[in-house]
């Protein structure tokens, strides 16, 4: 058995409402077990059984997103096993003005293409990791750096979705 973490990308903002009870019901009805989501953003833990591809998971959970939703669903599909590395191996020091965030890829050429031509600019602070980007920004300006902007364009919303630190921690 493999116990996995499913970060669906753009649920409970621009009307795109799932309930966390919703979302365990659902992916407990694809035959996963230790079913629990997380906060309200779209974070969901399971247990599956070995034998599954992660690929051909990752599109299962979609497609059942998108059967049951009626939205366009896309998930990052990560190992729990490699959460803890992951919030571990944050490289810019954490500071009370700053957020720290990581964008998942569930294809490491989206994230190289996130990270094509990104330059220091002195508010952004960017880095590669084992399938994630490392990103820390000032507080209030997540929607508004130039990294964010680059980040939130439709090109990456079928490969990316970006979560705090923070919220990675509960997922631990």
Same mark, same amino acid.
């Given at each position: ?62 497609? =059942? %997103?998108? &059967? ?12 729990? /096993?490699?959460?803890? !590395?992951? *919030? ?21 050429? =989206? %994230?190289? &293409? ?12 960017? /880095?590669?990791?084992? !399938?994630? *980007? ?39």
């Amino acid at each position: 058995m493999t116990r996995w973490v499913a970060l669906l990308r753009g649920v409970n903002v621009n009307g795109i409402t799932i309930r966390s009870a919703e979302l365990a019901e659902l992916v407990r009805g694809l035959g996963h077990t230790d079913v629990r989501t997380v906060l309200a953003s779209g974070n969901v833990l399971f247990t599956a059984d070995d034998a599954a591809d992660a690929d051909a998971l990752r599109t299962a959970v979609e497609q =059942a %997103l998108r &059967d049951r939703f009626g939205y366009d669903a896309w998930i990052v599909l990560v190992p729990h /096993a490699a959460v803890s !590395g992951i *919030v571990a191996g944050f490289p810019f020091p954490s500071a009370a003005d700053r957020h720290d965030y990581v964008v998942f890829g569930s294809e490491d050429a =989206a %994230l190289d &293409d996130l990270l094509d031509g990104v330059t220091a600019d002195g508010v952004d602070q960017v /880095a590669r990791g084992d !399938g994630v *980007v490392y990103w820390s920004c000032p507080k209030g300006s997540s929607t508004s750096t130039p990294f964010a902007k680059r980040a939130g364009a439709a090109r990456f919303k079928h490969t990316t979705t970006t979560r705090n630190t923070n919220t990675l921690r509960k997922l631990l």
